[in-house]
């Protein structure tokens, strides 16, 4: 490129980032000048890079995921939207018209192509990024999300790997009482298993060429999701998967038998006059059906969460109600989560218990006896007779994962915890996260700091910098799963390098801790191993680094 025509584009990027240097990310605004900058460099550069050898060499490498994943990015944009059963002819993938469309021939080829650059400089930039952490003794962590977008690529290419009439999510908690709904399927893991987790080992492998070491998201899930019907919104009425269910057979072998009153909504006139006061017979009369005197069921267009959701807003704009929407929607539900068994949809004999089963009428309107029964049951669903079956599916995925690279693995793993789950991730040398106010040990209501592995919040170690409310911290609401991820780092890295207090005090904490050599013993070699230092907290570590391919000074700057 001439030198005026860089610096056109150099004047417009420092435009855009006085305009985009805000408090909170605009992802949106962000996004849009990035791409009109980039499309406009790739206008002026595409023929000399589409036809280096770099580039070629990339995308050789790189052609299985990359030729579909350019597709995709141009057919979203094309269809404007990313729900592939509005895309016509291309809603069902298939080799021939991937290829097709992919082509140099192709009328879109120019579109095409240019995901493909865009694809390649980020892989340029994080791979000298990677680089230069290196020679500096840093390591770069990744993140291994635990689910893929509905309308992604992968569902697109691969929808035999994803059971898309389910969501994940996870039972209730400290936090949301009402679980959480993440909105995206599960995994098929039966049918990824026939080609040996490929598509999980190919994302590791992807992965270990940028990163030393990688977080796997709700390592939890790799036991047993927490699986809902895809009808669902909230997290409640779930059940696990894998799990061994309660069968018909066991119920009956334990004197239970109104099957309606265990897995129906229980709804009353009392409970109805509980919930709405004076307005429930207008309730009644719109979303549900009187099957006998006193007792109700929810009306065929409205017997799902999201089919409520749906009636409720059309009810609301004809009405004379004056009520939120919100309270409405969420007594509604409640009315719907009144079960104490949940069927099984794949196979109407077996039967989960709904979650805190003893807070539903459904519950507390039985006798004694069968009170009794559902507590033992529940009981055993959720804390006994999984317990083998959750470790064995464990170690069928996990090693796969761990052995498709040289990355340290390290597991979150946070929530409802089955007691196979420590002993697993001991087994497999994976790290473990800790949170004060989440301890993981039963009984604690606050972890204690002083006998967790070592920590890494570097800011709050001077005053400085924790000026910004706490409240604005909380990067991510795993309750909400339409939360909205803008939170930007308040400190340049740039003035943090400058404060030397603050370089001298993470050193002389490091070093202190025997937990690092002196940058000259690292390049000399004569840095054997982390476990000639002293360590008097975490010593299981350089096990956990050799268990899993690290060399010994990328483990040493890594913890």
């Given at each position: ?23 909170d990310?605009?992802y ?7 791409l ?6 790739f ?31 141009f ?14 002819r ?12 992919v ?9 095409i ?57 996870a ?14 399927p ?22 270990g ?49 109104d ?73 509604l ?12 949809p ?48 464990a ?47 039963p ?25 910004r ?30 404060d ?12 202190g ?39 010994n000074?990328?483990?040493v700057?890594?913890?």
């Amino acid at each position: 490129m001439s030198e005026n025509i860089q610096e056109d584009i150099k004047q417009e990027i420092r435009e855009a980032r006085v305009q985009l240097d805000k408090k909170d990310v605009d992802y949106e605004a962000a996004m849009a000048t990035k791409l009109s900058i980039a499309k406009k460099i790739f206008a002026r550069e595409k023929e000399s890079i589409l036809n280096s050898k770099s580039f070629l060499e990339f995308f050789s490498e790189n052609q299985e995921w990359l030729k579909p994943y350019a597709a995709f990015c141009f057919l979203r944009d094309f269809f404007e939207t990313s729900d592939r059963s509005q895309w016509g002819r291309f809603s069902e993938f298939s080799k021939e018209k991937l290829e097709k469309l992919v082509s140099k021939e192709s009328l879109h080829y120019e579109v095409i192509s240019f995901h493909y650059y865009i694809q390649f400089h980020l892989h340029l930039q994080l791979s000298e990024a990677a680089e230069y952490a290196r020679k500096k003794g840093v390591v770069l962590k990744g993140d291994l999300p635990i689910g893929v977008d509905r309308n992604s690529v992968d569902t697109w290419v691969y929808p035999n790997l994803f059971r898309m009439n389910t969501s994940t999510g996870a039972p209730p908690d400290y936090f949301d009482k009402n679980g959480q709904n993440w909105g995206f399927p599960t995994y098929n893991w039966e049918e990824m298993s026939k080609d040996n987790y490929g598509w999980w080992r190919a994302r590791l492998t992807q992965m270990g060429k940028y990163f030393t070491a990688y977080r796997i998201d709700h390592i939890l899930g790799f036991f047993r999701i927490w699986e809902l019907p895809d009808h669902a919104m909230t997290g409640l009425c779930g059940k696990f998967r894998p799990s061994i269910p309660i069968s018909q057979e066991e119920l009956e072998s334990e004197g239970l038998w109104d099957f309606n009153h265990l897995t129906q909504p229980y709804i009353g006139q009392e409970l109805l006059q509980e919930k709405f006061g004076a307005s429930w017979t207008i309730i009644a009369s719109t979303f549900l059906n009187e099957y006998q005197k006193g007792f109700y069921e929810f009306k065929e267009e409205c017997n799902t969460e999201k089919k409520i959701a749906s009636v409720l807003k059309s009810f609301l704009e004809t009405s004379m109600l004056v009520k939120s929407e919100e309270k409405l929607r969420r007594k509604l539900f409640d009315l719907l989560q009144n079960v104490a068994l949940i069927k099984d949809p794949e196979d109407l004999r077996k039967f989960y218990p709904r979650f805190n089963i003893e807070d539903t009428t459904s519950f507390k309107d039985l006798d004694q006896h069968s009170q009794n029964v559902l507590k033992r049951l529940y009981y055993d669903y959720y804390f006994q007779r999984q317990e083998g079956l959750w470790r064995q599916n464990a170690l069928k995925t996990l090693p796969v994962l761990l052995n498709s690279s040289n990355m340290l693995a390290c597991g979150e793993d946070l929530g409802l915890i089955p007691s196979c789950v420590h002993p697993v991730m001991q087994e497999l040398g994976l790290v473990g996260l800790r949170i004060q106010r989440m301890p993981s040990e039963p009984g604690l209501e606050f972890g204690i700091p002083s006998q967790y592995s070592y920590m890494t919040d570097l800011l709050a170690l001077k005053e400085d910098y924790t000026t910004r409310p706490a409240v604005e911290e909380t990067i991510n609401d795993p309750t909400n799963p339409k939360h909205y991820w803008r939170y930007r780092v308040h400190v340049t890295m740039e003035s943090l390098l400058d404060d030397k207090d603050l370089m001298k005090k993470i050193k002389d904490l490091v070093r202190g801790s025997g937990r690092c050599y002196p940058q000259k013993d690292l390049e000399s070699g004569q840095a054997n191993g982390v476990g000639s230092a002293k360590l008097p907290l975490g010593s299981e570590l350089p096990s956990l680094a050799q268990t899993n391919g690290i060399p010994n000074r990328e483990a040493v700057a890594l913890v």
